[in-house]
DNA sequence: GTCCCTGCAAACGTTTTGCACACAG
DNA sequence: CTGTGTGCAAAACGTTTGCAGGGAC
């Protein structure tokens, strides 16, 4: 697909060395973490970086939807760079390592909807990892 | 089903003024509270409750399995005491109102679960209720 | 009487905000 | 040049903790 970054600056986006580096710590392996994960992986490139500059970033990414946002059972938000394929999530809760998976939609009957108009669903696996599993 | 109050009693946990309060004002209508919604509640009939027992108690009932934890997608903890029946959520993401449901859980095949071993699923319903739907 | 619970206030971690300056367009 | 993004620091927010006193058992 389409580099994040490439989407962002079609999106007419300024592109300022620091919104740079953020869509970059975005993209790859690093994916689903925290705020403060992705303002460390970016002041390994650019150190003066500012957190506000990350919470910033990353809030408006979400808003113009090129970033989903999960709120870990911790309380912690993470962002989810892939929101091209729908997809759910496996997490452990001991570690929070969190993977992503893919399941069909549950879905309700209309009368289960109350009138809601429903917009989207999230499956979440609670479970332990191996790792965990092995340490305990 | 046995109340959330003597069912507490029975796990000889030491029932004071406060406590009551805290599981009365759990149990019936109120469902998916925030903690401070529990403390206002609390705080109706007994004005003296401070806000950490309030923290205190619903952390413990948490850990012991009468209440389960839900975070909710605003990063605020809700507290749900329907235990017994498993069921999943119907959220209106403007007002935040969540309603449950039953569906059948999402199962992941064993290649799927990537060696984690799986506790439960969550599902969460994004939608906008009627009254949001009609205001907007 | 003992131990656990409580209240208060202060600490904590995460996220947001206000403001002057800087730089991408 | 203009407008928007940036850094910094302080505030806001939900939650947790330390400690002295009090009440359930």
């Given at each position: ?25 975005m ?16 002041r ?11 919470y ?58 109350h ?22």
């Open positions: 697909m389409t580099p994040l970054i490439d989407r962002l600056r079609r999106r007419g986006w300024r592109m300022t060395p620091q919104r740079r580096v953020i869509a970059e710590a993209t790859g392996e690093h994916v689903h973490m925290t705020a403060d994960e992705v303002l460390r992986h970016a390994e490139v650019l150190p003066e970086v500012s957190r506000a500059t990350v910033n970033t990353l809030n408006e990414m979400v808003s113009i939807g090129e970033l989903l946002e999960i709120t870990h059972a911790d309380g912690r938000k993470r962002y989810d760079p892939n929101v091209a394929d729908h997809h759910h999530h496996l997490l452990c809760v001991e570690c929070g390592r969190m993977l992503d998976v893919h399941v069909d939609d549950p879905a309700l009957t209309a009368d289960q909807q009138g809601f108009h429903i917009l989207g669903v999230e499956v979440t696996f609670r479970a332990r990892c191996p790792e965990c599993a092995s340490a305990a």
